[in-house]
């Protein structure tokens, strides 16, 4: 009988499902996961659609589409408007691509695989962040490229805006742990998809991400100002030099975006972090 470790089969799928990690510190076993990450990438570039293709298609339809029907107050009009609002929503469904992947690591045993190496077990969350963070700069890179071509541009200095992509990979990384939370506490990938669904949508389209808000009706507009969204979008906007002025009655957030943003990406992490680890650990230990 051919033994399991001399068996070539065995060898290569067990080098597939659990990545080579050797004891050392957090960050390169946090490394070897999310390198697994990659390599899933790799050999399945269609996981790469919903930062590739997708934003592309949402910048061409609301430009081209909608866009002719939407007034704003901006020099470059509202192609220039637009980007800040789809970079905005594309880094918030990180969340989703995270909670998707780690319910499916969960739900096929991959998860525990990992914790029976001698690792930490943070690296197996810190890993998923590690390539969650780079699959949402991929779709950056994408979307300012798309944008360059439609006729968007940043009219500040660098600084401004490095400050800009920085405060996206930001909130990039606060979602990543709502996806995290949201993974671990969710028992399949038809529960993630529902749950995230029924939530990432409002939030990202009840915001000033596509359209002014100064049209909304009241209700809407209060709510719309004071959406997490909205102050990262607003705050982009104005570090890229495509804000519009701020109409009458504007809430609070909107007249000072950046370091409402800064606080926001601070409190969610602060908050649902140490509840994604809690869940996570509560999931596994079952």
Known sequence: MTSPTTDPTTRSTTTLERPEVRTTGLLAQSWAIARRNFLHIRRMPEMLLDVTIQPVMFVLLFAYVFGSSIDVATPAG????????????????????????????LDKGIVDRMRSLPINPAAVLVGRSISSLAHSSIGLVVMSLTGLVIGWRIHTNVFEAALGYLLLLGWGFAMIWVGIWVGSAMRSVEAVNGVMFATMFPITFLANTFAP????????????????????????RELWGNDQPLAEGAAFPMHHPIPFTIGWIILITAVVAPLAIRTFRARTAD
């Not at 980007?83 to 499916?104: C, E, K, N, R, Y």
């Not at 709510?223 to 102050?231: D, T």
Request: no cysteine; aromatic share 14%; hydrophobic share 60%.
């Open 78 to 105: 509202y192609r220039a408007f637009l980007l800040a609002g789809i970079m905005a929503q594309t880094v918030a469904f990180a969340s989703f691509i995270v909670a998707v992947g780690l319910t499916a690591d």
């Open 213 to 236: 808000t100064d049209r909304m009706p009241t209700f809407l507009r209060f709510i719309a100002e004071w959406n997490p969204i909205s102050s990262l979008t607003q705050a982009v």
